[in-house]
């Protein structure tokens, strides 16, 4: 196993904010073989995961070679292996699997202008906490989990948060009547088709935040899991930031 980087869970330790917490429950997010400690909630934080990840792999043996940073992979078929060339060593496997995850790397768009904005800018896997942030006007560029909660973290600091949504997104509730919204829909599944599903969640994403659409957010026409399985596209699983863009602390636009 290679690892470019220093520590297991790296892109959690490294690349993640403070506050950061599980958006779905453990047991949806456990690893193979090891449950979470009973003493973890079920929204585990940041600090919770990456001391699981450590636990699974001392409790595994599981010894990733740090600082491998793999710069080619090219399949052998005289000899039957892939050649992997990481740093200045090369590995010769029958198997190799790409685990780099889908937000391993940050994109910043090129933005007109930007080169002469005088403030701060900085990219999601950057940001750590609001503290710094107190009292300034912040825009958060993307309405994603991770900007929803990064405008709920700078809200809770003191910020005066914008929040600029290009695309028209889904936001339901993390959990619905005290049970997480993501095992409702999967259990549902094994029932009912998925369109039936997205009803459902919709009207109880109604009647428990509101009107999305009056706070200029406006919902795709298909459903939440509809559009996940069509185009891989998330829904935001709201933890407070919808009710402070209601009440006018955080500006959506």
Not at 215 to 224: E, N, Y
Request: glycine share 8%.
């Amino acid at each position: 196993m290679l690892e470019k980087e220093s520590c297991v869970g790296s892109l959690w330790r490294l690349k993640t904010y403070n506050r950061l917490q599980l958006h779905l429950p453990k047991e949806t997010c456990k690893l193979p073989h090891m449950p979470f400690p009973p003493e973890v909630p079920a929204y585990p934080t940041k600090k919770q995961f990456i001391s699981y990840l450590e636990a699974y792999a001392k409790h595994f043996a599981i010894e990733p070679m740090f600082r491998q940073e793999v710069q080619s992979a090219i399949y052998d078929a005289r000899m039957g292996f892939w050649r992997v060339q990481a740093n200045e060593s090369e590995f010769l496997c029958r198997w190799f699997i790409v685990a780099t995850g889908e937000n391993a790397e940050p994109v910043l768009p090129n933005i007109e202008g930007i080169s002469d904005f005088k403030g701060s800018l900085i990219h999601t896997s950057r940001y750590k906490d609001g503290a710094a942030f107190e009292g300034q006007k912040v825009l958060v560029v993307g309405c994603g989990n991770s900007g929803m909660e990064i405008s709920l973290d700078l809200c809770n600091n003191d910020a005066q948060v914008s929040l600029a949504v290009r695309d028209k997104l889904h936001i339901l509730p993390r959990e619905i009547l005290g049970r997480s919204t993501f095992c409702i829909s999967t259990w549902l599944l094994n029932w009912f088709p998925v369109k039936l599903v997205d009803r459902f969640l919709l009207v109880c994403s109604q009647v428990i935040l509101g009107d999305t659409h009056k706070m200029g957010i406006r919902r795709p026409k298909i459903g939440p899991l509809e559009q996940k399985k069509s185009t891989g596209k998330t829904p935001v699983l709201d933890v407070g930031a919808f009710s402070k863009i209601k009440s006018g602390q955080n500006q959506g636009y």
